[in-house]
């Protein structure tokens, strides 16, 4: 096994059981009866798309970092720097473009088809950070390669960034609090479960808020920051209108929703859906 591989995997289960743990200890909302289900087929999920980039990609994003690491059109390599800023300065654009490519993934219709697979989770906890379809992950991988070509960062700082996405896809979505002091500080400079919240309500004006991955700052800088969610932090409903709770835990319906009609929202768009915390 590679080293990214290696870091990868370890950072992954290390981060599944702490947030495990904490989720446990401290949840937001009280665990549904589909809990056992939707974490199942979310594994599942995973087995799929891990096979699927498995055959489509032999090579690795540090591989490529390293094999254009010297090339004369990577913009990194056009500014002289020492090792440490370019390690720096790559990680935040490599995040900067994550960014970038949430926001299409939500502005083309054609694409928010497939990433719907995510927002379609009726509840959030740590598995919703690996709800991904298959296409999805295809195209961020190609994204990301594409990235890489372009900005040519150190290895260290592609690898930097894969450890803490990893480890920030399970936070991000925890089903877990925070002491509201503390997470008021630290939404300033990452992404906390909170925040990230809003960007899964149900509501349209949240979903294309709050849609950074790992640094807040680029929601800030680019207008698209929202401090709460439509209905408040307390009656915010997660999901897709539309969209039926049951059906959305299914394995084969995450994998062919990209293919089916979207779903209807609401007859009446002013309703607000009640969810109390702890019911």
Not at 129 to 137: D, K, S, T, V
Not at 227 to 250: F, M, N, Q, S
Request: net charge neutral; with cysteine.
């Amino acid at each position: 096994m590679n080293l990214d591989a290696t870091v990868y995997w370890t950072l992954f289960s290390a981060a599944l059981v702490g947030v495990a743990l904490w989720e446990m200890s401290n949840p937001w909302r009280s665990v549904s009866r589909q809990l056992m289900r939707r974490w199942g087929n979310h594994g599942a999920l995973l087995l799929v798309y891990g096979a699927f980039l498995a055959l489509v990609f032999r090579g690795s994003s540090v591989l490529v970092a390293l094999a254009v690491q010297h090339s004369r059109f990577g913009l990194l390599n056009l500014i002289p720097l020492p090792l440490a800023a370019r390690v720096m300065l790559g990680i935040l654009l490599l995040d900067l473009f994550r960014y970038a490519e949430h926001r299409v993934l939500h502005s083309i219709p054609v694409l928010w088809r497939v990433h719907q697979v995510h927002h379609s989770d009726a509840e959030i906890d740590l598995s919703t950070g690996i709800r991904h379809h298959p296409l999805e992950n295809l195209i961020a991988q190609v994204f990301s390669l594409a990235t890489i070509v372009l900005l040519a960062p150190p290895a260290s700082a592609v690898l930097a960034l894969q450890a803490i996405g990893v480890v920030q896809a399970f936070f991000s979505h925890a089903n877990a609090n925070f002491p509201p002091t503390l997470e008021r500080l630290l939404r300033f400079v990452l992404i906390t479960p909170e925040m990230h919240r809003v960007h899964h309500s149900d509501e349209m004006r949240d979903q294309q808020a709050n849609l950074g991955e790992i640094f807040p700052w680029w929601d800030r800088l680019f207008g698209t920051y929202r401090e709460a969610p439509v209905a408040g932090p307390e009656r915010v409903r997660i999901g897709l209108k539309g969209c039926d709770e049951t059906e959305a835990a299914g394995l084969l319906f995450m994998l062919g929703q990209p293919f089916r009609p979207a779903p209807e929202p609401s007859s009446n768009p002013e309703e607000v859906r009640v969810f109390v915390s702890g019911d």
